[in-house]
C-alpha cells in the first residue's frame, strides 16, 4: 500500500516531476523503423510532451516540438526534404537540433534578418538499432544507448509491435516483475476461454527476486520444475526502468503521459538453419489492436492479456487501496528502488544502469535462459516440430492482430522452397481456425 502522495511520485512523467526526470535518463524506444517505410512524419506524444517525429529525405530521424515556431502550425502535417521537416502552413523549414534553417518569405524579403535565430524548437537525439527507433529526452551529456546483445544476434526474424494502451506507465512495468500472474492470467484463464473447465497449469511455489546491474531478476519454480530449470537458474529481467526481457524479447512500458502508455515490443524468432544467411535482417512493424471490431478487449493473446490487467488497475492504479502479499515481493523491490533513484537523481547522482562507456554500450549481457533457441539454428523438420517454434507457423501467440504480409513474410523466411507448396494448406488452416 502507497500514500497517495508517494504513488503520484512513481506515476507522474512530466518535466520537472521526480519520476519524470528521473526516467528522462534513460533512452527510450519510441517507434519502429519499418513504419517510416509507409510515412516520413508522425505525431507523437511522449512523457507528457507533444512532438512530431520524421524521417528526412536523407534519412535522418528528428524528434522536434508540435508545434511552428512560427505561429504554432502542427509540424506533424508538415512535409520533409533533404534536411529537416518543413511546417506545411508558411513554409518554415528545421532541422533534427531544432534549428530554424529556413524561413522562405522572410528569406526573399529581408535576406539580412535575424528571425531564424531566434527560432529554434525542441529537438530530441533518435538513433536507430535493431529496427527500433530510441529517443533520449534528458539533460546533456547524452548517455550511450545499449546494444544489448539480442540485438547482434543473427538469422532471426525480427518483429516490432507497437500497441496504445490507457492507462499509467508503471502499473505495466511491475507487471515485469510478477512471475505469478503467468500460472493465472496466462494459463488458466486461456483455458478457461476456451470453454474448459482444466485441468489448470502447475502452481507455483517460489519466487525469488534479485537485483542487478541493469535491473531486476525474477526467478519462479513451479511444481514439477528442479532447481536445474532455467526459470529458477536464471529466470526473467525487470529491465531498468520500463524494460521486460524475456530471451527472444523485450517489452517496454513507454510513458505517453500520467494516464496512457506506448507498449513497444521488439520480437527476435530465430530462423531454420537451411534459412540462413538472413542478410541483410530486415524488421517487421505493426500495430497491435487491443479491441476487437465490436470494441470488446482482446483477451486471446499474451499482451493483450496482460493489457487488459493493467487497464483494468485504473488510469493510474490506486495504490492506497492494494494488500500486497508475498508473491509481490518483486514489486515492493521496483517501487523502492525506484523511490532511492528518483532521489539520487534529484541530488546530481548518475541513475543506476546508465551507461556513460562507449565500449561498456557495444553490448551489454542480461541473464538469458534458453540462450540455444535464440542463438543456435535447428534444422527446417526439427524447427517445424518443436514445441517453441512450431505453432508459430500458424499463430504469433504474443499479441492479436499480426497483419497477413507479415504472417506471410515469415512463413517464407521458415520455409525457403518450400514455401510455395505449403501456403494455400496453411492459408486453409488459418481459415479453419478462424483467423
Ligand atoms: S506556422 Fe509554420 S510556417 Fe507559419
Ligand atoms: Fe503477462
Request: net charge negative.
Amino acid at each position: 500500500m502507497l500514500s497517495e502522495a508517494r504513488n503520484k511520485t512513481l506515476t507522474q512523467v512530466g518535466a520537472g516531476t521526480p519520476m519524470g526526470d528521473y526516467l528522462r535518463r534513460f533512452w527510450h524506444p519510441i517507434a519502429g523503423a519499418a513504419e517510416f517505410d509507409e510515412k516520413s512524419v508522425k505525431a507523437i506524444r511522449l512523457m507528457g510532451e507533444d512532438l512530431t517525429l520524421y524521417k528526412d529525405l536523407s534519412g535522418t530521424y528528428g524528434l522536434v516540438d508540435r508545434h511552428c515556431p512560427h505561429r504554432r502550425a502542427d509540424l506533424s502535417f508538415g512535409y520533409v526534404e533533404d534536411v529537416g521537416i518543413r511546417c506545411n502552413y508558411h513554409g518554415w523549414r528545421m532541422d533534427e537540433t531544432g534549428a530554424c534553417v529556413e524561413q522562405p518569405f522572410e528569406e526573399t524579403y529581408n535576406p539580412k534578418g535575424k528571425l531564424k535565430d531566434r527560432c529554434a524548437i525542441t529537438a530530441y537525439p533518435v538513433r536507430e538499432v535493431a529496427g527500433l527507433l530510441f529517443a533520449y529526452m534528458g539533460p546533456a551529456p547524452v548517455p550511450q544507448l545499449p546494444i544489448w546483445e539480442p540485438f547482434t544476434w543473427a538469422h532471426g526474424f525480427i518483429e516490432v509491435i507497437t500497441a496504445d494502451v490507457p492507462c499509467n506507465w508503471f502499473q505495466c512495468q511491475e507487471n515485469s516483475c510478477d512471475p505469478v500472474h503467468f500460472e493465472w492470467m496466462h494459463d488458466n484463464w486461456s483455458v478457461r476461454q476456451r470453454g474448459e473447465l482444466g485441468p489448470y497449469a502447475p502452481k507455483h511455489f517460489q519466487v525469488a527476486f534479485d537485483e542487478f546491474e541493469y535491473g531486476f531478476t525474477y526467478r519462479r519454480r513451479r511444481e514439477g520444475q528442479e532447481e536445474t530449470d532455467p526459470m529458477w537458474t536464471t529466470g526473467r529481467v525487470a529491465l531498468w526502468p520500463n524494460g521486460f526481457y524475456l530471451g527472444g524479447h523485450f517489452e517496454w512500458r513507454v510513458p505517453v503521459d500520467d494516464e496512457n502508455t506506448l507498449s513497444v515490443a521488439w520480437f527476435f524468432t530465430r530462423l531454420p538453419i537451411e534459412s540462413e544467411p538472413i542478410a541483410p535482417q530486415k524488421s517487421f512493424w505493426w500495430q497491435a489492436p487491443i479491441k476487437d471490431a465490436r470494441g470488446e478487449w482482446i483477451t486471446s493473446h499474451v499482451m493483450n492479456q496482460d493489457i487488459v490487467a493493467w487497464v483494468g488497475q485504473g488510469r493510474v492504479a490506486d495504490r492506497s487501496k492494494e494488500n500486497l502479499g508475498a508473491s509481490d515481493r518483486g514489486i515492493a523491490m521496483i517501487r523502492n528502488r525506484f523511490f532511492e533513484e528518483i532521489e539520487a537523481v534529484a541530488s546530481g547522482s548518475e541513475a543506476k544502469g546508465v551507461i556513460r562507456d562507449e565500449q561498456t554500450a557495444q553490448c551489454p549481457k542480461l541473464p538469458i535462459a534458453t540462450v540455444e533457441l535464440f542463438r543456435d539454428g535447428l534444422p527446417r523438420r526439427d524447427y517445424l516440430a518443436s514445441k517453441w517454434f512450431g505453432p508459430r507457423i500458424h499463430d504469433f501467440r504474443w499479441h492479436a492482430g499480426q497483419p497477413e504480409h507479415v504472417r506471410d513474410a515469415f512463413r517464407r523466411a521458415v520455409l525457403g522452397e518450400e514455401y510455395e507448396g505449403r501456403i494455400e494448406a496453411l492459408k486453409a488452416e488459418d481459415k479453419a481456425r478462424g483467423d
